[in-house]
């Protein structure tokens, strides 16, 4: 379920433009790209620094969870953000093959977790994210004079 998940968030970026992948239709900083920016911040955080116990400076990329794990610098690519989601998701994976689903680890403001809550957080996480990529998707690619109120429909 939890590769579902990921590959149902990569989906929503699939076929968009640099632009279109760039584009913030919501108050927050949130993108299609940066969905999968911050998707890639989470996998780190979870399987690399909480399940392995790496420290943040040595994992293999950004770790600042919150908005900031939303923002694509200017110079990455649509295809560098998919890449650098499918390399932190095989990490993940690897990291993941050597642990049991009731192996703890501790995570520093929840305390004790185990591989099953971290696969179960991740993958609520990325079921939200991939709808929240839907919704982004469809403006995008909607045309705007054929947008309709839903209200106004029977």
């Excluded at 996998?43 to 919150?66: M, N, Y």
């Excluded at 642990?99 to 680890?105: A, E, G, K, V, W």
Aim: aromatic letters at 6%; a negative charge; charged letters at 30%.
């Amino acid at each position: 379920m939890l590769d579902r998940n990921r590959a149902e968030l990569i989906n929503t970026v699939r076929g968009l433009s640099e632009a279109e992948a760039r584009r913030r239709l919501v108050a927050s900083p949130t993108t299609p790209i940066g969905l999968l920016k911050h998707a890639a911040v989470a996998e780190r955080i979870w399987f690399q620094h909480v399940l392995a116990g790496l420290p943040k400076s040595e994992c293999d990329g950004g770790t600042t969870p919150r908005d900031a794990s939303f923002i694509v610098d200017d110079n990455e690519t649509l295809a560098d953000v998919i890449a650098e989601f499918e390399r932190a998701s095989e990490r993940s994976r690897v990291i993941a093959a050597d642990f049991d689903l009731d192996d703890t680890t501790t995570h520093p403001d929840l305390g004790d977790v185990n591989l099953r809550f971290i696969y179960l957080l991740i993958m609520e996480d990325f079921a939200r994210h991939a709808g929240h990529g839907d919704i982004l998707r469809e403006q995008i690619k909607q045309p705007a004079a054929s947008t309709t109120d839903v209200s106004e429909q029977p």
